[in-house]
């Protein structure tokens, strides 16, 4: 997959954390001779330029990028709310802007809407459901933009339940299709991996999973809103 150019170098954490979590692989560049440099072969997909700290290698950097014999684009400019005066005349320089404090909801959102208007760069495969995210290439996911730290089974429970909203599954179901039919384990397996799934998710977010009474768990509502 190719890689979005990421300004400054180091990433900014909490903006690397954002890409991270939304999937989208990055590369940090303090340099236009940098961006030359760390160009992966397929090219980069795009760029987010954070000038809140450093506008003038910012806009400079912007400004290199878009010169190039094939401009860089998509470019989504981060910026302070006082720097917004700096935009004027400069709207040729990025093809979107986000003002600092961010969410990293909207910065993805930003992002996925550039990449669909210009029809450049690839999305990572998501499964999403309302703030839950699950990314099928790192697997890692996400609630409301907040990391949950998951084992890889509890990984693959959640994965197999988001893909299925509104289904009920049996605990003998849930063990053959998560944990293969050669597992030995019994049903408790799975109740212990709800539970843990639901301290996880958190109070607000614990019922996504529910208990159907004698019959197991379903994530998520019915098609008829149960």
Known sequence: MESLLLFPDPAPPALAQALDMAGYPWKAVSTPQAAERLEPDDGWSGAVISADLDPETAFALCRALRK??????????????????????????????????????????????LFWR??????????????????????????????????????????FLATHPGKVFTRET??????GYEYYGGARTVDVHIRRLRAKLGEEQANLISTVRSVGYRFGQSRWGA
């Open 68 to 113: 190039r014999d094939m401009p860089l684009s998509p470019l989504l400019l981060i910026i302070s709310a006082d720097q917004l005066t700096e935009l004027e005349l400069r709207e040729d320089l990025f093809d979107d802007f986000c003002v600092a404090p961010w969410r990293g909801q909207e910065l993805d959102a930003r992002l996925g809407h």
């Open 118 to 159: 210009t029809g450049r760069g690839t999305r990572p495969d998501l499964v999403e459901y309302g703030a839950l995210v699950l990314n099928l290439e790192t697997y890692q996911a996400s609630l409301s933009g907040r990391p949950l730290d998951l084992t890889y089974m509890e990984y693959e429970l959640l994965k």
């Open 174 to 179: 849930l063990l053959s299709r998560v944990w």
